[in-house]
């Protein structure tokens, strides 16, 4: 079953992002409302909203705590399905929504993935139109892609979305960006951005950083893949970048570099232990089954397949250039532990 249903001539591309001189006023016109957050009190969260509101009125939405939250942040404890949302549009101006309240709890079921998921940011792009917010970015990620064993080095935003293949907690995942790819065509009002970083690493609590922070990992024998990473406050750059007036497009995010996940482990001191695949997979699934791992099964393709973004359009179009460095990135799992 394709996992990709817009087809490779509808989707966002870079002739896309050029927009009409109407549209550009309209944007710039509209800079004095707030920015909405959602998932605001998630790491990630809260480093764009500490950057942001020394400039802009931000709002955030969470059904979680906002712990240390700046005075002038204004924080809704609530979840994206409830009828509360709707008033939060109603009641601002809002020029801007940042979307980066997706789960990604490979314990959770599917229906509750789906709900939170799915029908949330379904809702969000519902109240976006009926209010007419300028601008829309979310963060979705290159694991849309998925690691396969027949990628080119690097993927451009054109490759088919092939993550939910091997590892189907991720379809909801895959859903909301080709969501997105589709309110882009429909609502050319709304400036829409889809960003899609590697590994985002530093006090993220992902499965990339979890990983780079045991001291005896798990690795493949015969595999050593290439690895991009991202330092978090580098996406927070993006997203920032991401709300210029004309920006709207799909824009692969990439780090300081690649290198192979044996360099990685050097660089970091860590002592792999390199295993056959069968062994792996026993064992992960063993563990994973008696809840001693925060790794699912399906994720050990990460560590045996490519799956690297070719970010040129993100350079050349939203001007994004990361600003740390292969040793910043890398040490920045340290952070937070």
Same mark, same amino acid.
């Given at each position: 079953?394709?996992?990709?249903? $817009?087809? !490779?001539?509808?989707?966002?591309?870079?002739?896309?992002?050029?927009?009409?001189?109407?549209?550009?006023?309209?944007?710039?016109?509209?800079?004095?409302?707030?920015? @909405?957050?959602?998932?605001?009190?998630?790491?990630?969260?809260?480093?764009?909203?500490?950057?942001?509101?020394? %400039?802009?009125?931000?709002?955030?939405?969470?059904?979680? /705590?906002? @712990?240390?939250?700046?005075?002038?942040?204004?924080?809704? =404890?609530?979840?994206?399905?409830?009828? !509360?949302?709707?008033?939060?549009?109603?009641?601002?101006?809002?020029?801007?929504?940042?979307?980066?309240?997706?789960?990604? %709890?490979?314990?959770?079921?599917? =229906?509750?993935?789906?709900?939170?998921?799915? $029908?949330?940011?379904? =809702?969000?792009?519902?109240?976006?139109?009926?209010?007419?917010?300028?601008?829309?970015?979310?963060?979705?990620?290159?694991?849309?892609?998925?690691?396969?064993?027949?990628?080119?080095?690097?993927?451009?935003?054109?490759?088919?979305?092939?993550?939910?293949?091997?590892?189907?907690?991720?379809? /909801?995942?895959?859903?909301?960006?080709?969501?997105?790819?589709?309110?882009?065509?429909?609502?050319?009002?709304?400036?829409?951005?889809?960003?899609?970083?590697?590994?985002?690493?530093?006090?993220? =609590?992902?499965?990339?950083?979890?990983?780079?922070?045991?001291?005896?990992?798990?690795?493949?024998?015969?595999?050593?893949?290439?690895?991009?990473?991202?330092?978090?406050?580098?996406?927070?750059?993006?997203?920032?970048?991401?709300?210029?007036?004309? $920006?709207?497009?799909?824009? %692969?995010?990439?780090?300081?570099?690649?290198?192979? @996940?044996?360099?990685?482990?050097?660089?970091?001191?860590?002592?792999?232990?390199?295993?056959?695949?069968? $062994?792996?997979?026993?064992?992960?699934?063993?563990?994973?089954?008696?809840?001693?791992?925060?790794?699912?099964?399906?994720?050990?393709?990460?560590?045996?397949?490519?799956?690297?973004? /070719?970010?040129?359009?993100?350079?050349?179009?939203?001007?994004?250039?990361?600003?740390?460095?292969?040793?910043?990135?890398? @040490?920045?799992?340290?952070?937070?532990?």
């Amino acid at each position: 079953m394709s996992t990709n249903p $817009v087809s !490779k001539s509808q989707r966002p591309s870079a002739r896309a992002s050029r927009v009409s001189s109407g549209q550009l006023k309209r944007a710039a016109a509209s800079r004095d409302g707030a920015v @909405l957050v959602t998932g605001i009190c998630g790491r990630l969260g809260r480093l764009v909203a500490r950057t942001l509101h020394r %400039n802009d009125k931000v709002i955030g939405v969470d059904r979680r /705590d906002f @712990l240390g939250k700046p005075e002038d942040i204004e924080h809704y =404890k609530v979840d994206l399905r409830r009828r !509360k949302m709707r008033d939060i549009f109603r009641s601002n101006k809002i020029r801007a929504v940042i979307h980066l309240g997706v789960m990604h %709890n490979p314990r959770a079921s599917d =229906k509750e993935h789906h709900t939170f998921n799915v $029908v949330a940011f379904q =809702k969000l792009l519902e109240y976006i139109t009926h209010y007419q917010v300028p601008k829309l970015v979310l963060l979705s990620s290159a694991n849309v892609y998925g690691p396969q064993p027949d990628n080119p080095q690097f993927l451009s935003e054109e490759a088919p979305l092939l993550g939910a293949q091997s590892f189907s907690k991720i379809r /909801d995942l895959v859903e909301v960006d080709m969501l997105a790819q589709s309110f882009f065509w429909r609502h050319m009002e709304t400036e829409t951005v889809i960003l899609r970083p590697c590994h985002i690493l530093g006090g993220v =609590k992902n499965a990339a950083s979890n990983y780079l922070r045991l001291e005896r990992p798990l690795t493949l024998l015969g595999f050593d893949p290439m690895i991009q990473v991202i330092h978090e406050k580098d996406v927070t750059d993006a997203i920032v970048a991401a709300l210029k007036p004309g $920006v709207r497009g799909i824009f %692969n995010l990439r780090g300081p570099g690649e290198l192979p @996940l044996s360099k990685v482990f050097e660089r970091l001191r860590r002592k792999p232990v390199p295993v056959p695949s069968f $062994v792996a997979k026993t064992t992960l699934n063993r563990l994973w089954k008696y809840r001693l791992v925060s790794f699912p099964p399906p994720e050990i393709d990460h560590i045996r397949f490519l799956c690297m973004v /070719d970010d040129s359009r993100a350079r050349q179009e939203l001007g994004f250039v990361p600003h740390r460095d292969m040793q910043q990135t890398l @040490l920045s799992v340290e952070a937070d532990r």
